[in-house]
């Protein structure tokens, strides 16, 4: 039986790019929730609600464009700020996430991390994130990084405090402090920086969003509000990508 890969739009020939100058790390900043609600008349965590469906189908997306890592920003240690029924309603919503679309991310052999301070995150919340990381730890497909409770400041003085303590304990030596060496005492050791961030909703910045690792990353930004954020703007940023010219400094 002929069974095409691709059975929804955008059809195959959306994926022609799948060769050639692949982004492997994307990161991207889902903003824009709170308006999508406001602009109908709801309540802002109906926006977030609304935004687990979009994370789902653009994890697939990624899947398809065989990215190796997509990484979330998903809990900004800014958004404590928030009133406290938004923020309970947002740090539920891994646990909700979970419940849908977990058989699903198995089914696309999906990897669940996660970045950031998640020890301060409420226990039902990590208790979610616990489990997922434990049933996915075997996928070897995408690893899907959520970024909770994560602010690239801080993870710069996480980074630094272990640095000195390493330093201290003799484990360390000033000489071997390089590029490569502080990566590694970041949350995302291990992993390559990301290559394309995106930004949906509108804002151009990067609101303390993996400061260290987006040294050299591409930028694309988009007005479409997080949930109506969809595979086709996903691959757009992606082929944008693919015809932009890195030169890291060089010629
Ligand atoms: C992004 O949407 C999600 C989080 C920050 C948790 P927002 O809630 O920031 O939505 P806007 O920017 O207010 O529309
Ligand atoms: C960034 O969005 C954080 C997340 C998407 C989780 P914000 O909505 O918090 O950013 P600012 O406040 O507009 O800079
Ligand atoms: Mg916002």
Redo the contacts with the bound molecule.
């Keep these: 039986m002929n069974i095409p890969f691709f059975t929804n739009k955008p059809s195959e020939e959306s994926f022609r790019y799948l060769e050639g100058n692949k982004p492997n790390h994307i990161a991207i900043i ?7 609600a406001q602009k109908r008349g709801k309540a ?1 965590v109906t ?2 609600k609304e935004g687990i469906s979009t994370v789902v189908k653009i994890a697939k997306a990624a899947v398809k464009c065989k990215v190796k890592v997509l990484t979330l920003y ?3 240690t800014e ?1 404590w700020k928030r009133p406290k029924t938004e923020v309970d309603t ?1 740090l539920r919503l891994p646990k909700e996430f979970l419940h849908l679309y977990l058989p699903d991310l198995m089914a696309h052999n999906i990897r669940i991390e996660t970045i950031g301070e998640t020890e301060h995150l409420p226990a039902h919340t990590r208790e979610a994130i616990r489990y997922a990381m434990e049933r996915t730890r075997d996928n070897d497909g995408l690893q899907l990084n959520f970024a909770l409770n994560y602010g690239g400041r801080h993870e710069i003085i996480n980074a630094m405090k272990k640095m000195l303590a390493d330093l201290n304990g003799a484990n360390l030596s000033l000489d071997e402090l390089d590029d490569q060496q502080v990566s590694e005492y970041l949350y995302t050791a291990g992993m390559p920086d990301p290559d394309l961030l995106i930004r949906t ?1 509108g804002e151009k910045r990067l609101s303390n969003f993996l400061l260290w690792q987006l040294a050299y990353t591409e930028f694309w930004f988009t007005d479409v ?2 949930p109506d954020f969809s595979e086709k703007e996903f691959l757009q940023a992606v082929e944008e990508y693919q015809q932009r010219k890195r030169r890291f400094g060089g010629l």
């Design positions: 889902m903003d824009g929730n709170g308006r999508w802002r926006g977030h998903t809990f900004s958004n947002i909703g509000l997080w």
